[in-house]
């Protein structure tokens, strides 16, 4: 808020010459501008904080495209994910308790290996929850390092919770499609 301010000087009580009230030539203008009001420090509520299906995915995208593999597998369920590679799943399915935990540690060496496809940009194009609220879809355009021209490719990602009240969806399944570009 904008303000003038203009001063009028009264004479000292004690001096008999002063009698009349002088008032100043000059004006002041004062603003006075509120400070931000900042809110006393309260911690998140964690009950509030849940990433969406379409964020889990972004995030292990881009893991998988910076190559920090240790966060990408934090958001896969290998125990249902392994299913999505037939050359792991048939072997997983015939194992025993002891054995599927090697041919998980497999998995998950080939699953981080160098690949010579590597990632090179993606797209989140849908995302759809069952009504269920327990399981989710994401379907991503992927472009991946080839020898001539990149290949591009459509990702279905499943995402499942266990329950309504868990903060975060993790990938249990993977369909890959690859895209033709169509010349008119």
């Known amino acids: 808020t904008d303000y003038r301010v203009k001063l009028h000087f009264f004479p000292f009580t004690g001096d008999p010459d002063e009698e009349k009230i002088s008032i100043s030539d000059n004006e ?4 006075i501008v509120r400070d931000r009001e900042y809110q006393p420090y309260k911690s998140a509520d964690v009950k509030g904080v849940r990433l969406v299906p379409s964020e889990v995915v972004i995030l292990l995208l881009n893991a998988e495209k910076d190559r920090f593999w240790e966060r990408a597998i934090k958001f896969i369920d290998v125990e249902k ?3 999505s590679y037939p050359d792991f799943a048939r072997r997983y399915d015939l194992a025993d308790a002891v054995d599927k935990k ?3 540690k ?5 699953f981080i290996s160098k690949r010579s496809d590597y990632l090179i940009d993606f797209k989140v194009i849908d995302e759809e929850i069952e009504p269920s609220g327990l399981v989710s879809h994401v379907t991503v355009t992927v472009s991946r390092k080839s020898l001539i021209k990149p290949e591009r490719y459509r990702y279905t990602y499943r995402l499942e919770k266990n329950s309504l009240n868990d903060y975060i969806w993790l990938v249990s399944g993977l369909e890959a499609t690859i895209v033709r570009d169509v010349k008119k």
């Open 102 to 104: 090697i041919i998980e």
């Open 106 to 110: 497999e998995f998950i060496r080939y």
């Open 28 to 31: 002041l203008k004062v603003r």
């Open 81 to 83: 994910f392994i299913h």
